[in-house]
């Protein structure tokens, strides 16, 4: 059975007049410059404005989800996008900064009923932080932004 194509609800790619916030850290800014990069450029291209995005920088990533909850709760923003590199490598309390974050952002996304887009690379190595950060394996900034733009048209269809 073919379900009616008016009954099938998606977001587009069109990022015109939307209105993103990017919270970057600053801990390995090295690659998430890169990140950050990927997302304006997917934006732009996708038709949205440079003036309707607003970049803040913190730290680290286990600050993210203090700013972008602020952000939520502002109103002002379609989508909010975090962007961070964990390697994991570098330290053991990596992977409790990435379990905070992550279940951070989940929780601020379904309390605000706004599209939080997780950004965040969890590299165990600074090999597999450049493969994500505009080489082998993408970037993730890039794919954040594409995720950011459906969401947020998503969102104000339903
Ligand atoms: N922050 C990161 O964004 N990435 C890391 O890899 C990282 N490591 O490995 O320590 C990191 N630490 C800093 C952390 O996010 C906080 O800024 C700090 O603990 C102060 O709260």
Redesign the pocket.
């Known amino acids: 059975m073919e379900i009616n194509s008016s009954n099938i609800i998606e977001g587009s790619l069109q990022a015109e007049n939307l209105k993103f916030s990017i919270v970057c ?1 600053r ?2 800014d090295f690659f998430v410059t890169k990140l950050l990069d990927g997302a304006v450029d997917c934006i732009t291209r996708h038709g949205g404005e440079p003036d309707n995005v607003t970049v803040c920088w913190v ?5 993210i989800p203090l700013v972008v909850q602020r952000l939520a709760e502002s109103k002002k923003f379609d989508a909010i996008i975090a962007l ?4 994991q490598g ?2 053991s ?2 992977q409790f ?1 990435t379990g905070q974050v992550t279940s951070g952002l989940a929780e601020i996304g379904m309390k605000n009923s706004l599209p939080i887009i997780f950004g965040i690379v969890s590299a165990e190595t600074i090999e597999h932080a450049i493969e994500r950060s505009g080489s082998k394996v993408g970037n993730r900034g890039t794919e954040a932004a594409e995720c950011a733009i459906e969401m947020a048209n998503l969102m104000k269809q339903l």
């Open positions: 850290a801990f390995n730290p680290g990533s286990f600050e961070g590199v964990v390697i570098a330290t309390h990596a900064i």
